[in-house]
């Protein structure tokens, strides 16, 4: 059993029993932390593996003591070349849409990541107790060496600058900083993907590695893992919806028209098989497109399998999955246009999402200068 199996079986859900001491998230309380990139337009993977799950995770307002903390994570997006203007905007459109979604302002923080500096100070102090060897083992670190032709890079061969020409820092370093942003608020729990599930590990390492060091500080965050299947391309169903993948015809945007989703869906990748079935290996599209047709009506698989029992028509079966997506989206759709139409109240939000998190994390850098000895 490898190190990160053993973390995966340690961390899932809340299958985890933590330790009984003073750094214990056992507490009925939960600090929550996560954050999301600025680019690109969110699509409806993005909302069934994260956005759904966050609104879901807030605070009731008879919870005074839970917090979530949703951060638009704009440090982590200039690990790859961003034009300023885009970058920008795109910190605004991506505000609007969680705000469209349902994260609720009055019991989440939501903020932008650079607009609380002490992300990059405990960066920088993490950076200084964290070993080389952790980040040359994360698996995505591994997957941009071999999309450069570096296969085979090990962390004692990172200094050979033949292997790493043209990778950036940022891109090497970048888990450290997403440890500083969920310790910084102290969070004991993380909505995450399974393929997250490396990087909170490495979190776990280095607040165990600090809190050895110097003093126990901070709590060992664990795993949230939300139910919903990992939403695929409607055009390569083996692979994941994504915000990079070329072709728009692969994605469900969630300010796609009736329109256009009708017809994204229409020329989804399906199969020549008669009759709705699931069976992600042997029907990727089909079963892919079962997966949202059950995310969105909020039933479980055996239900939306039922439901199309009596479809035999492929052409029928895609019309009702596009009307299952058409319907959920169009109120947060409607609610888009109405925060276009008032960007001012978007970026107050954002101000005093940035003020109430600088509130703690300030006050928590000082805790860890102090332990440091930095103060």
């Not at 139910?227 to 969630?254: G, H, Q, W, Y």
Request: charged content about 25%.
């Amino acid at each position: 059993m490898t190190r990160y199996t053993r973390a995966f079986n340690d961390i899932v859900g809340f299958l985890r029993i933590p330790e009984k001491n003073s750094l214990s998230t056992a507490s009925k309380s939960r600090i929550i932390f996560s954050g999301i990139q600025p680019t690109g337009q969110p699509h409806l993977g993005n909302y069934l593996g994260a956005l759904d799950n966050w609104v879901k995770l807030q605070p009731s307002n008879e919870d005074s003591e839970s917090k979530t903390y949703y951060s638009i994570v704009d440090l982590h997006a200039i690990t790859m070349p961003q034009n300023p203007a885009q970058l920008r905007e795109g910190k605004l459109n991506m505000a609007m849409t969680l705000l469209a979604c349902g994260v609720d302002p009055k019991r989440s923080i939501l903020f932008e990541q650079s607009r609380v500096r002490a992300h990059s100070e405990l960066a920088w102090i993490f950076n200084c107790i964290t070993p080389v060897g952790w980040l040359g083992r994360m698996t995505q670190w591994k997957t941009k060496m071999d999309s450069s032709k570096s296969k085979g890079l090990h962390a004692q061969n990172l200094a050979d600058e033949s292997q790493t020409v043209g990778l950036r820092m940022g891109l090497f370093d970048y888990p450290v900083l997403q440890a500083a942003d969920i310790l910084l608020y102290k969070a004991t729990h993380v909505p995450i993907g399974e393929d997250q599930i490396q990087h909170l590990e490495l979190a776990r390492d280095i607040g165990t590695a600090f809190n050895t060091t110097f003093k126990p500080t901070f709590p060992l965050p664990e795993a949230i893992i939300p139910p919903t299947k990992r939403v695929m391309s409607l055009r390569e169903p083996m692979a994941k919806m994504s915000k990079s993948d070329p072709s728009d015809l692969s994605r469900i945007n969630l300010t796609d028209s009736p329109e256009a989703i009708q017809s994204k869906v229409g020329r989804a990748t399906t199969d020549g098989v008669r009759g709705i079935s699931y069976d992600p290996k042997e029907r990727p599209g089909v079963s892919n497109l079962l997966g949202m047709y059950a995310a969105m009506r909020g039933l479980e698989m055996d239900d939306a399998v039922k439901a199309f029992e009596n479809v035999t028509s492929t052409k029928e079966f895609k019309e009702e999955v596009a009307a299952s997506i058409v319907e959920r989206l169009a109120p947060i759709q409607n609610e888009l246009k109405h925060l276009q139409q008032d960007v001012g109240y978007v970026h107050h939000i954002l101000g005093e999402g940035a003020r109430k998190a600088n509130e703690v994390a300030n006050h928590n850098m000082e805790e860890v200068y102090k332990v440091v000895g930095l103060r």
